[in-house]
């Protein structure tokens, strides 16, 4: 850490309580946010009150540094980018409370009306909290999963429903924040007369009103649903500003005039907000068009049937859409240039039917300009018609190529019925700059999403960033609309917006001066005489340090690149790979495949990504701060040996594999894959700790102790020993270590003689066994022996086959990984030639043959072997599929409480385990949706994780314990281990039941526990 930086960092560390890092790593993670943009901060505080956020303000006036309030990184125009301190309220600032909190006036007298909350709070969750009430915050930004309330205030971030609930300004009462000038202040509505430090600032706001009223007066009559510094409803009435002096009635709207203001004005440390209630009941209609402009046409005509939402996507969008997911390619007519999606609310659901069939009426026989419609009034269908637009945008990185949509000029107004024009004239732009780009718009208000497909790698697109944000901007005004709608001008727009409000512009200086006198907070933003540039600071997407593989250059380093190397005396960095990065999907593309749009910080309980995140809500626990600290490295920001500091170390070990975040990422990105890489070159410089050594060979450990399993067993329960376990290897003692089998699986096959490959033809299973059904849970192995026998199909279990290596991955050992990966691919690709098809019982195991394999050894023989292995339940539930599976089950009168792993969700989301266990007479299987079980491979085993282990399987370890089933059922050893710590409840592989069922386990009726038959 440079000087300057350690000296920050250890004032700071004085005088705030919270978090404060200003080491290279870290600030690297808030270089970035949803934008093209890349700025690195100096250092980033995340405060736990207000006093650290007043604190924070005054040192950096002392300092004469720039402050830039941040949320969930969400936004889109490089809102909360700057290079001075970064102000995080998502991390400790997330507390709330609800309207009949009798603690505060105020909200008590509200009754459930309000709610008091801090910016750290996310939407969605707030939302989820006062869903019981009835009750819920209107304003719905399409990132609602993890915009934090500060971010929503600051932005006014509206959404598809603005036509019900308007913007976050009509709901804010009263707002805390910091100015600054360092004042802690409760700002709602005031009179200019009133004696206080609000009422002196509402006389300062007053008076500027009163200077610039006239033009004020004009600006007002021309704002539509547009954002930014709004001056309208801050002064009422609006007449007593042509009086000399403000009466006694007069009345300056704080909150309202600070709402949209975007951490320029104040930083908001608590918020009194107006909630509205549930809707009763809620109908949608689709209707589709041959012509954009007669959609927008059509969006006009829908507005007047009193609709809440109205929504208009284009071709691109809708043939995304039909790519994507089966059921959207039913939906929508392959004929359909444009759709647009309605929705009325309203008390009784036959009077909304009406509505909609009206509308319907209206659109396609009245007027004919829709030529196809579909509505519903039922529940899931309804989210099946929102999902089109809420996933559809996010799916668009899922485009490949070097052209990705561009958020620069995607955010502007125009007045609703000058809609068609408006999309005529921008589109007269993009031809004129021969660009393609998708429309998405909340037409019934106006607000348009343009996106244009820009290779921001390409010299040629960066130097036309700016001249095409102007004209389209020419053309918007020219329809007498306005830039930026609901989200932030931030970097992309601020610099336009001094032509944008000519008039008004000296006004808005002398508020900014007002509330930011120094202009310490978000420089360079809004309203500011030295915008940002909007070409400046884009974030690098190319590698600029040469990446190389043993002796092979995976990307070389520009000749330029190497000149001003040599120029400046260095050479160039290099960064000596360890995985695999093979073609098309190279680390630099895997790495660039993220854009920052933050919706891996989610906590919905829909969704299992980040279980990490879920627990810890810090940025270095998300997904994409993996891939923002190896952009870094590739571009340059950071020391491709920072990688052997343990920070980095720290950050990576965040990710425990779990999958999850690649398989809902809306751009795929293989975040495990980045996070193995840091881990891999940390342990490469620095070796493993002991603690991890033994974690990522407990396999080695396992085999030598199942030469003595009375003897490792008695050890493995004596408190005593477990103590020594813990204090030497890590190895937390509160966890119950599954005993050993008195005979390996191996040795039990080949005692049964399977370790011989099969002379004769027919459906050949080669079987992987790993780690825990080989030394521990032998009869895994053998039910699916016997399940796969029944069906006569044998089995071969090479007897040289060793555990598949995913704990030494885990744990950074990627090389004693690879060695593994090279002795089990040899044999099982050998099987595969001669026909075999590799079957797997434990999940990690499946996933380490399928993808871990390829990653690290990135061969023919790996590729052949991931192509043909199977988890066990997947493969059987395909049999059945082709009536290939016997069905001559026994009857099982139990009920199973099922836990879908995350390694199978990454695998395959067909649910065959649960649905294979269905086949079974009188078994009744329950599925258990509450998230991952927290324990990850051997990973939970270790006392520095036993408490986040159990915090992150906490839902699920609940959900268990109440649960009335016989038993709990699951593909995977570690989450069994979990469940059966947790809750006590026995748990069983789905294979067992199979097998069982057969008739072809005995003994196993003891471990369902079972109770008499109901
Ligand atoms: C795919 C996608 C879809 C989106 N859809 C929408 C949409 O439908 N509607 C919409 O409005 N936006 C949308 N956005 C933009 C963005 O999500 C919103 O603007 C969101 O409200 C930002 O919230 P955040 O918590 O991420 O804030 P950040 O991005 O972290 O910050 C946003 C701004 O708020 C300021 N800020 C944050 N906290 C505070 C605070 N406590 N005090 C003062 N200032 C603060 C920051 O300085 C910054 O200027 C979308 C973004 C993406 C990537
Ligand atoms: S990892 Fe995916 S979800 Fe997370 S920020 Fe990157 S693109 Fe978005
Ligand atoms: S793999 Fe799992 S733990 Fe790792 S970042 Fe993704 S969701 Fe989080």
Not at 751 to 774: E, S
Request: charged share 25%; aromatic share 6%.
């Amino acid at each position: 850490m440079d000087i300057d930086r350690k000296r920050v960092e250890d004032d700071l560390r004085g005088v705030v309580v919270g978090d404060v890092f200003c080491d290279e790593l870290s600030v690297q993670l808030y270089a970035s946010d949803a934008s093209i943009y890349q700025v690195l901060p100096l250092g980033v505080v995340r405060p736990k009150s207000a006093e650290d956020v007043v604190a924070c303000v005054r040192y950096a006036a002392e300092q004469n540094l720039a402050i830039h309030a941040r949320g969930a990184g969400s936004g889109v125009a490089g809102e909360s980018l700057g290079r001075g301190l970064v102000i995080d309220f998502s991390a400790h600032m997330r507390r709330w409370r609800r309207g009949n909190d009798a603690s505060d006036s105020l909200l008590a007298a509200s009754g459930l009306e309000l709610v008091r909350v801090q910016p750290g709070v996310v939407l969605a969750s707030l939302n989820r909290e006062l869903m019981p009430d009835g009750r819920q915050y209107g304003p719905d930004p399409a990132t609602r999963s993890v915009t934090t309330m500060g971010g929503v205030l600051a932005v006014n971030a509206s959404g598809s429903h603005y036509l019900r609930s308007g913007s976050p300004r009509d709901t804010a009462l009263s707002l805390e924040v910091v100015t600054g000038s360092g004042e802690l202040l409760e700002l709602s509505s005031h009179s200019p007369l009133e004696q206080s430090p609000a009422g002196r600032l509402a006389r300062g706001v007053w008076g500027i009103f009163h200077l610039h009223r006239a033009a004020i007066a004009a600006d007002i009559a021309k704002r539509g649903a547009s954002n930014g510094l709004r001056l309208d409803g801050v002064i009422e009435p609006f007449d007593s500003l042509f009086e000399n002096q403000p009466s006694p009635q007069t009345v300056v709207h704080l909150a309202k005039l600070l709402t949209g203001t975007q951490g320029t004005f104040g930083l908001i440390t608590d918020a009194t907000l107006q909630t509205e209630k549930v809707p009763a009941h809620r109908g949608v209609a689709l209707l589709f068009f041959h012509r954009l402009d007669a959609a927008a046409r059509g969006a006009v005509a829908a507005v007047r049937h009193g609709v809440v939402a109205c929504d208009l996507m284009d071709r691109r969008l809708l043939e995304i859409a039909r790519d994507t997911e089966w059921a959207f390619a039913k939906l929508l007519p392959r004929d359909a240039e444009a759709m647009i999606l309605v929705e009325v609310q309203g008390d009784s659901i036959s009077d909304l039917r009406g509505r909609l069939a009206k509308l319907e009426e209206d659109l396609c026989q009245h007027q004919k300009l829709a030529f196809a419609s579909t509505t519903t009034m039922e529940r899931q269908q309804r989210d099946l018609f929102w999902a089109l637009s809420r996933r559809v945008i996010p799916r668009l990185y899922r485009v490949r190529g070097d052209h990705s949509p561009v958020p620069l000029i995607e955010d502007v107004w125009v007045p609703p019925e000058s809609l068609p024009g408006a999309l005529t004239a921008i589109q007269d732009v993009l031809q004129k700059f021969q660009v393609t780009a998708t429309v998405f718009a909340h037409a019934g208000h106006g607000q348009l999403h343009i996106r244009p497909f820009l290779d921001l790698a390409s010299t040629k697109d960066r130097g036309r960033l700016r001249s095409l944000s102007e004209q389209i901007a020419e053309a918007v005004w020219g329809c007498g609309g306005l830039v930026g709608a609901e989200h932030a001008a931030g970097r992309s727009r601020s610099w336009l917006l001094r032509r944008q409000h000519q008039q008004v512009w000296p006004a808005m200086l002398k508020l900014k001066q007002l509330f930011d006198p120094h202009d310490l907070l978000n420089p360079g933003k809004l309203i500011t005489l030295e915008p940002d540039d909007c070409d400046d600071h884009l974030r690098q997407v190319s590698t600029s340090i040469r990446v190389t593989h043993a002796d092979k250059a995976l990307i070389e380093a520009t000749s330029a690149e190497i000149e001003a190397a040599e120029l400046r005396g260095f050479p160039v960095r290099e960064l000596p790979v360890i995985q695999q990065w093979g073609e098309g999907r190279g680390i630099e593309e895997t790495v660039r495949a993220c854009n920052g749009c933050g919706r891996c910080r989610t906590t919905a309980p829909d969704q299992r990504q980040c279980p990490m995140f879920r627990i810890l809500q810090t940025e270095e626990a998300s997904p994409r701060a993996k891939a923002n600290l190896l952009r870094g490295v590739l571009t340059g920001a950071l020391n491709p040996a920072d990688l052997a500091a343990d920070r980095a170390k720290e950050i990576a070990d965040l990710c425990f594999g779990c999958q999850q975040c690649r398989v809902e990422c809306p751009a795929s990105v293989d975040i495990p894959k980045i996070a193995n890489e840091i881990k891999a070159q940390y342990v490469a410089t620095n070796g493993l700790s002991l603690s991890d050594m033994l974690m990522s060979r407990i396999d080695r450990v396992a085999a030598i102790a199942s030469k003595m399993p009375t003897l490792a067993n008695f050890v493995m329960r004596s408190p005593t020993w477990r103590w020594i376990l813990e204090r030497t290897f890590g190895l937390s003692q509160a966890r119950e270590l599954p005993p050993l089998a008195e005979k390996s699986f191996l040795q039990y096959a080949v005692g049964r003689r399977w370790h011989h490959a099969m002379p004769h033809g027919g459906t050949k299973i080669v079987y992987f066994v790993d780690h825990y059904a080989n030394y521990h849970d032998t009869e895994v192995g053998v039910a699916l022996a016997e399940v796969l026998l029944h069906n006569q199909i044998d089995i071969f279990v090479p007897s040289k086959q060793v555990a598949s290596g995913m704990a030494r991955l885990a744990a950074g050992d990627a090389r004693g990984a690879q060695r593994i990966a090279r002795r089990n691919v040899r044999i099982l690709a050998e099987a595969v030639r001669q026909g075999y098809t590799v079957l797997v019982t434990e999940p990690s195991a499946a996933l380490a043959l399928k993808r871990e394999y390829v990653n690290l050894l990135g061969d023919e023989d790996s590729q052949t072997v991931s192509e043909n292995t199977f988890e066990a339940c997947q493969y059987l539930w395909e049999l059945h599929e082709q009536n290939r599976l016997s069905l001559d089950f026994q009857n099982i009168p139990a009920e199973v409480a099922y836990h879908q792993p995350c390694h199978v969700r990454a695998l395959d989301s067909s649910r065959a385990g649960q649905r294979l266990m269905e086949l079974i007479p009188g078994l009744s299987v329950q599925p258990v949706e509450r998230g991952c079980s927290g324990m990850a491979g051997t990973w939970g085993l270790q006392r520095k994780n036993y408490r986040n282990s159990l915090r992150i399987g906490w839902p699920l370890i609940t959900a268990m314990r109440r649960h009335t089933a016989h038993a709990a059922a699951t593909e995977c050893s570690a989450c069994k281990m979990q469940i059966e710590h947790g809750s006590g409840r026995s748990t069983v592989h789905p294979i067992k039941l199979l097998a069982h069922a057969y008739g072809r386990l005995p003994g196993f009726e003891k471990q369902l526990r079972m109770m008499p038959t109901r």
